[in-house]
T-cell receptor
C-alpha cells in the first residue's frame, strides 16, 4: 500500500524567507504527484501537478520537483508571505490503484509571520 | 460557477442517528469522491463514483453508503452514526478520473457524533 510522508509537520518562518517542504512516498509506480493548499476551515486547492514523466513544475513563486526513483518531491516557496500561511498537502496517484484514488500525506502546517 | 458545494457545513449527531451529506458540482465532471480527514491521518477515500450510475468502495467504506443521484450530485449516508465517524468530510470531483487531472474539493462538512 502506498504511504506518503511529509516533513516537517509544522514550520514557522519570517516573511521573505525561501523555504522547502518535503514529501516522500513508498511506491515509485505513480501516475502523478500533486501539491494542495488547505486553509483553516476550507477545502483543498490544487497548486501544482507533476506527471510521473516530469521533473518539475512551476507556478509563480512555487516550484515543485519530483524524483520518482527515490520517492521524493519538494515544494519550494520563494520569498514567503503571510498569505502563504496554510497547510500544504502532498498526494500521489498510484499506478496500482484505481484511477482517481489519491494517497495523501498528513500535511505541513506553514506559518509565515510579518 | 460555484464549483463543488457541500451541505450542511456542520452537524452534531447522537450515536445511532442517521444523516445524509449532500454534494453537488457544476463543472460537468464525470467523477466524484468522498473523503474523510482526521487529525494526524490525512485524507482517506471513502467511496468514489467514476461516472454517473457507478460507485465503488475506497479505503474506509465501512459504515457508509453513497448514491450518485445524477451527474451533478453525489451523497454520502451514515445509517447509524458512531463516535468514530466524527471527522471532516470532503467531496471532490474531476473530469474523468484520469492521470492528467486534478480533483476539485468542496469546503467540507464538519461532523461531530456524540
Amino acid at each position: 500500500k502506498q504511504e506518503v510522508t511529509q516533513i516537517p509537520a509544522a514550520l514557522s518562518v519570517p516573511e521573505g524567507e525561501n523555504l522547502v517542504l518535503n514529501c516522500s512516498f513508498t511506491d515509485s509506480a505513480i501516475y502523478n504527484l500533486q501539491w494542495f493548499r488547505q486553509d483553516p476551515g476550507k477545502g483543498l486547492t490544487s497548486l501544482l501537478l507533476i506527471q510521473s514523466s516530469q521533473r518539475e513544475q512551476t507556478s509563480g513563486r512555487l516550484n515543485a520537483s519530483l524524483d520518482k526513483s527515490s520517492g521524493r518531491s519538494t515544494l519550494y516557496i520563494a520569498a514567503s508571505q503571510p498569505g502563504d500561511s496554510a497547510t500544504y498537502l502532498c498526494a500521489v496517484l498510484s499506478r496500482g490503484s484505481t484511477l482517481g484514488r489519491l494517497y495523501f500525506g498528513r500535511g505541513t502546517q506553514l506559518t509565515v509571520w510579518p | 460557477n460555484a464549483g463543488v458545494t457541500q451541505t450542511p457545513k456542520f452537524q452534531v449527531l447522537k450515536t445511532g442517528q442517521s444523516m445524509t451529506l449532500q454534494c453537488a458540482q457544476d463543472m460537468n465532471h464525470n467523477s466524484m469522491y468522498w473523503y474523510r480527514q482526521d487529525p494526524g491521518m490525512g485524507l482517506r477515500l471513502i467511496y468514489y463514483s467514476a461516472s454517473e450510475g457507478t460507485t465503488d468502495k475506497g479505503e474506509v467504506p465501512n459504515g457508509y453508503n453513497v448514491s450518485r443521484l445524477n451527474k451533478r450530485e453525489f451523497s454520502l449516508r451514515l445509517e447509524s452514526a458512531a463516535p468514530s465517524q466524527t471527522s471532516v468530510y470532503f467531496c471532490a470531483s474531476s473530469e474523468g478520473g484520469g492521470q492528467w487531472e486534478t480533483q476539485y474539493f468542496g469546503p467540507g462538512t464538519r461532523l461531530l457524533v456524540l
